[in-house]
């Protein structure tokens, strides 16, 4: 069983990550190119030029978990540059708290701050 509950802190890797890399692969660009540890209050996000599926990768204290996610219809809103990253930040903290509360306002992605485009 995935127990996600630990985490507390979403790290969402801005532009274009290549969807192709697996577990190794993304564990090393948080540690090389982001510098961070994988732990378990972390979960990190990715997404490739296709923003239609995304990554995340979560550290459960005794091995990887690789998450993948493809939509249907739709697509992810996906923060290209920091100053997209800001932007959402503040969506993200409104959509943290209506999941807390069991409401949902249209965030089908749950992943607390990207937002499914129609």
Request: proline share 1%; glycine share 12%; with cysteine.
């Amino acid at each position: 069983m995935i127990d996600l509950s630990l985490v507390r802190n979403y790290y969402v890797a801005c532009g274009y990550t290549d969807l192709r890399r697996g577990i190794d692969g993304l564990a090393s660009i948080v540690m090389q190119q982001y510098g961070t540890e994988l732990d378990e209050e972390s979960l990190f996000l990715f997404c490739g030029r296709r923003t239609d599926r995304i990554k995340a990768l979560y550290f459960s204290g005794d091995g990887y978990i690789l998450l993948y996610k493809r939509l249907n219809n739709g697509r992810f809103q996906w923060p290209r540059s920091e100053a997209e990253l800001r932007m959402l930040g503040t969506y993200a903290k409104e959509m943290a708290g209506s999941h807390a509360e069991g409401r949902h306002d249209g965030d089908v992605s749950g992943c607390g701050g990207l937002q499914l485009l129609q």
